[in-house]
């Protein structure tokens, strides 16, 4: 199994608090993604890393911030939670680029509950 | 939305029959990739398909792509009940790093 850490796994909040979950890799791999599962809509992309200090949005990257200060780690953000941010978070790290041909590794997931 | 949409949603089948299901994509790619979770667990890499393969095979898995009418199919023959599972195709464009995942099927194989 591909060395990928989340946490924490699970998180209980309430509304307008900070939440930073954190991604952590022992891959090496360049690029990182955080998605979000909801049911319904699948995965949806937040935001992805293609590299230490850069970093890009995806389609619902709103609410969320990203920071990528080491190959190893990428933590998503939520500066002031809402309800709707209630989810289970995923992240995935890729050896190249994957819309090329790179196979995404995900971790277990993070789940997220703002009450 | 960029993302891509599976047919059907959920679908359920008795162990050895085989189980298809369908991807539609918008945007121009360089592959296709099928990923299977299992219930809270994270997801898992099938396949990949480039853009220049009609058709791809391993084990009991065979996947095409039809690149002009931007979809795919997931064929998965003499199911089992370990497949159960949710089944995911992504894409990206050709363009970008983005990569995006459809919205699954959810299969329930009977045993």
């Known amino acids: 199994d591909a060395g990928i850490t989340q946490s924490p796994r699970h998180k209980v909040t309430e509304t307008g608090t900070p939440v930073t979950l954190r991604c952590h890799q022992t891959?090496?791999?360049?690029?990182m993604y955080w998605y979000r599962q909801d049911p319904g809509h699948g995965l949806r992309l937040i935001h992805y890393s293609y590299g230490v200090k850069d970093t890009d949005k995806g389609e619902v990257s709103d609410g969320y911030s990203v920071s990528r200060s080491k190959t190893e780690d990428f933590l998503l953000t939520l500066e002031s939670a809402t309800s709707s941010q209630t989810s289970v978070y995923f992240c995935?790290?890729?050896?190249?680029?994957?819309?090329?041909?790179?196979?995404?590794?995900f971790g277990e997931g993070s789940r997220l509950t703002v009450l | 939305s960029q993302q891509g949409e599976e047919d059907p949603q959920a679908l359920s089948i008795q162990e050895g029959e085989n189980a298809t299901m369908n991807c539609s994509y918008k945007?121009?790619?360089?592959?296709l990739q099928w990923y299977r979770q299992n219930s809270g667990r994270g997801l898992v890499h099938l396949i990949l398909?480039?853009?220049?393969?009609r058709e791809k095979h391993s084990g009991r898995l065979r996947v095409t792509l039809d690149t002009s009418k931007k979809s795919s199919s997931l064929l998965i023959t003499a199911s089992r009940a370990a497949d159960t599972a949710s089944y995911f195709c992504a894409t990206g464009s050709n363009t970008g790093n983005q990569f995006y995942f459809g919205t699954g099927t959810s299969l329930t194989v009977i045993p």
């Open positions: 995935a790290i890729s050896e190249k680029r994957a819309v090329n041909t790179g196979e995404l590794f």
């Open positions: 945007t121009s790619i360089n592959n």
């Open positions: 891959e090496n791999h360049r690029y």
């Open positions: 398909i480039r853009s220049n393969e």
